[in-house]
C-alpha cells in the first residue's frame, strides 16, 4: 500500500516506462487526486506517449483505494479516440489490477456507479462476477452484448430484457458518446456475454462485481502485460 500512500496529490509520478501498444511507447503515471476527505481517495493510472516530440496522454482508468479495508473499486476508464484500437485498454485495466494484487490490495470490485456495458464485460473476462449469478436468469435489467460477425465493424450491440431499462439506458450519455446500437432481433450475431448494469438505484446492493477468481485474473494480466512490455 505504501506506493499509494507515498504519492503526492493531484502530482503525477512515474510508474513503468516498459510498455508499448502499436507504435507508442507508453509511459504509465501513477496520480493521487485531490482529497475529499474520506478514508478512500481516488488515484488514476494514465498512459502518456511521446508524439511527435511532445508527451501525450492516451488514455487513463480511475480507483477508489480504501486503505482501511484494503479494497479498491474501479470507477471507470477511457481511451482518447485517436489511440483507440491499440489494446489500450486491456493495458491500463491490467495495471489496475496488477498494482493492486502486487501492494497488498487484497478486495477488487466495480463501484456501483460504472454503467457501461463493455466496461463490464471487460472485468468478467478478468474474473470479476456478481455473487448471486442467478441473477443472469432472473433479473430484468439483464443485457446481452453481441458483435457484428463482421469484426471490422465496431458499432457494440446490445439486447434488453426489460423495455424499460432499454429506454432508461437510451437517455444516456454513453449510449449517445460510446457508439452503441440496440437490437431487438439478435439472429446472425455473435452473442459475447451477460451483464447486469444498477440502472436503478434499489438494484446497486444486488449488482456489484468483484473479483471471484484471482487466478484468472493474474493470468489475464500476466499474459495482457507481456503483449504490451518492451524487450530490453
Given amino acids: 500500500m505504501e506506493i499509494f500512500k507515498k504519492l503526492e496529490v493531484d502530482k503525477r509520478s512515474l510508474y513503468s516506462d516498459n510498455y508499448f501498444s502499436g507504435d507508442f511507447n507508453q509511459l504509465l503515471y501513477l496520480k493521487r487526486a485531490v482529497d475529499d476527505g474520506s478514508n478512500r481517495p481516488k488515484f488514476y493510472i494514465s498512459a502518456f506517449a511521446y508524439v511527435n516530440g511532445e508527451l501525450r496522454l492516451q488514455g487513463y482508468i480511475y480507483f477508489y483505494l480504501d486503505f482501511e479495508t484494503k479494497r479498491s473499486d474501479f470507477i471507470g476508464m477511457a481511451v482518447n479516440p485517436e489511440y483507440r484500437g491499440l489494446d489500450m485498454g486491456s493495458l491500463l485495466l491490467s495495471s ?74 437510451m437517455g444516456t450519455n454513453i449510449f449517445k458518446t460510446d457508439n452503441y446500437s440496440i437490437l431487438h432481433n439478435p439472429a446472425g450475431y455473435y452473442e459475447l456475454d451477460k451483464v447486469i448494469i444498477p440502472l436503478q438505484s434499489a438494484s446497486h446492493a444486488h449488482v456489484i462485481y468483484e473479483l471471484s477468481d484471482e487466478e484468472l485474473a493474474t493470468e489475464k494480466v500476466v499474459s495482457t502485460l507481456s503483449k504490451h512490455r518492451r524487450s530490453c
Avoid at 149 to 163: E, I
Wanted: overall charge positive; aromatic content about 14%.
Fill in 96 to 169: 489496475w489490477i496488477d498494482i493492486c494484487l502486487n501492494n497488498g490490495v487484497e478486495e477488487l470490485g466495480a463501484h456501483h456507479k460504472q454503467k457501461k456495458p463493455f466496461l463490464i464485460y471487460m472485468l468478467k473476462k478478468y474474473g470479476f462476477e456478481i455473487e448471486d449469478t442467478s441473477l443472469y436468469r432472473t433479473s430484468d435489467a439483464l443485457i446481452t452484448l453481441l458483435r457484428d460477425p463482421d469484426f471490422a465493424n465496431k458499432t457494440k450491440y446490445l439486447q434488453f430484457r426489460s423495455p424499460h431499462h432499454e429506454k432508461v439506458f
